[in-house]
């Protein structure tokens, strides 16, 4: 895919969509255990409305046709179903990727997701996100009013200029992940922020704090902490971001 930045995530999500979701299954390229969370189930997929410098999943998403297989919703929840079985996990989740680009990819999760609580009801699905679509289009959040989803909401910057560094989107679409938090919270669904630690300062994180405190977002901050792969401190020093630590 061709990048100029700072670009549009509206149209990236749009152009992601069409390469990696067809006839209603998405692109992955791994299902796996994981050990975070105590232990979840886990699907890799590919494409994202973002390219975050600090992406683990960088050259998948910049590039999706490489790499990956289409999957349908049913082999996904069936693959993540016998790794939970295999290693009594009750976590589920969709990482590496944005799950939700536009209408038909979240069609597909909400399937995933319905196909494991139907064959194991107790179980949690943790939905990863950048928050963007969530935020850009909330009239798709009260789809999520399903026991047992909870929503991580991944903010990328603390202000607008470290979002468009950070995520190479335009700094306009900032505050989208914010009013996504802000609505699941309205609407009752269990959804919290977490933002990278290893590049703010505590004053920024700080700051950040503050701002979530004035949208009124009640839950607590998460604080995540990078993955030092060499490609991504390459990526990161190419967008001249530096870690604070
Ligand atoms: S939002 Fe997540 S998946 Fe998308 S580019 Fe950023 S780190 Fe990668």
């Not at 895919?1 to 791994?30: G, H, I, T």
């Not at 683990?56 to 349908?72: A, I, T």
């Not at 401190?233 to 190419?238: D, I, P, Q, R, V």
Request: proline share 4%; charged share 30%; aromatic share 14%.
């Amino acid at each position: 895919m061709k990048l100029s930045f700072p670009f549009d995530p509206v149209e990236r999500a749009e152009e992601s969509e069409r390469l990696v979701v067809r006839d209603e299954k998405r692109m992955y390229y791994r299902f796996r255990p994981a050990p975070y969370y105590g232990g979840i189930a886990t699907a890799d997929a590919i494409g994202c409305s973002f390219l975050c410098a600090y992406c683990w999943n960088y050259y998948r998403n910049l590039n999706p046709l490489r790499f990956g297989k289409f999957y349908s919703a049913q082999e996904v929840s069936s693959n993540l179903l016998k790794i939970a079985r295999k290693k009594f996990f009750h976590l589920f989740r969709i990482t590496g990727s944005e799950p939700i680009l536009g209408e038909i990819s979240f069609k597909h999760l909400i399937k995933v997701i319905k196909n494991i609580f139907q064959e194991k009801p107790k179980s949690i699905f943790i939905l990863e996100t950048n928050g963007f679509a969530l935020g850009y289009r909330k009239d798709l959040i009260k789809n999520l009013k399903l026991k047992n989803i909870w929503i991580r909401i991944s903010l990328k910057g603390i202000d607008e200029d470290s979002f468009e560094l950070i995520t190479g989107a335009k700094k306009e679409f900032f505050l989208y992940p914010i009013m996504a938090l802000k609505e699941c919270e309205k609407q009752g669904i269990k959804a919290w922020p977490a933002v990278m630690k290893d590049l703010f300062s505590d004053v920024e994180i700080g700051r950040l704090k503050r701002l979530l405190h004035e949208y009124s977002i009640k839950a607590e901050l998460e604080l995540e902490f990078l993955e030092k792969y060499p490609f991504v401190l390459e990526n990161m020093e190419k967008r001249n971001i530096k870690r604070k630590k």
